[in-house]
């Protein structure tokens, strides 16, 4: 096996690789099938190094906005509580679940701009009772929801 490495310059933050501007190595593989084709990163040019140097400033105020921007939706959520009623069995057993898209359909419908990969919840929940939700609004940024799973009338 080669253990050749690819030099990448990220174009985004990549959970778990990097920040924007971080240069990597990485199997070429991964940066061929995975970020290339989806925009996260750059071949690691000496050129694309020195057009991201020059664009830096900007790339920082974008991302000092962002992370305010997070800051103030997570200021705003501390006190969100969603309810939903569902039907269930005897033992609480939901017929269907809460997903995700539930979870951000009622945000949108209060107000809230939140996107659906901000949303953290591992499985949907299938069960009545009190959750609660993390939202992952930025890098450093996250807030928490609370939410009530009842049982809905016949």
């Not at 103030?72 to 969100?80: D, I, N, P, R, T």
């Not at 269930?88 to 951000?104: M, Q, R, W």
């Not at 419908?109 to 069960?127: D, H, M, R």
Request: aromatic share 6%.
């Amino acid at each position: 096996m080669s253990s050749a490495k690819t030099k990448v310059l990220l174009r985004i933050d990549v959970p778990h690789l990097g920040d924007a501007g971080a240069v990597k190595d990485v199997a070429p593989g991964f940066a061929r099938n995975y970020l290339f084709p989806r925009g996260l990163a750059a071949r690691a040019t000496p050129a694309a190094i020195e057009a991201w140097t020059k664009r830096q400033s900007s790339v920082a105020k974008a991302r000092e906005e962002k992370i305010n921007g997070a800051r103030e939706l997570s200021q705003k959520l501390a006190g969100v509580s969603l309810s939903f009623a569902k039907p269930a069995n005897d033992e609480g057993l939901l017929f269907g679940s809460v997903g995700k898209g539930d979870i951000l359909k009622s945000l949108k419908a209060c107000g809230y701009a939140v996107a659906k990969e901000e949303i953290v919840l591992p499985s949907a929940l299938k069960k009545t009772g009190d959750y609660e939700i993390e939202l992952q609004l930025a890098p450093s940024v996250t807030a928490k929801i609370k939410l009530t799973i009842g049982v809905k009338p016949s």
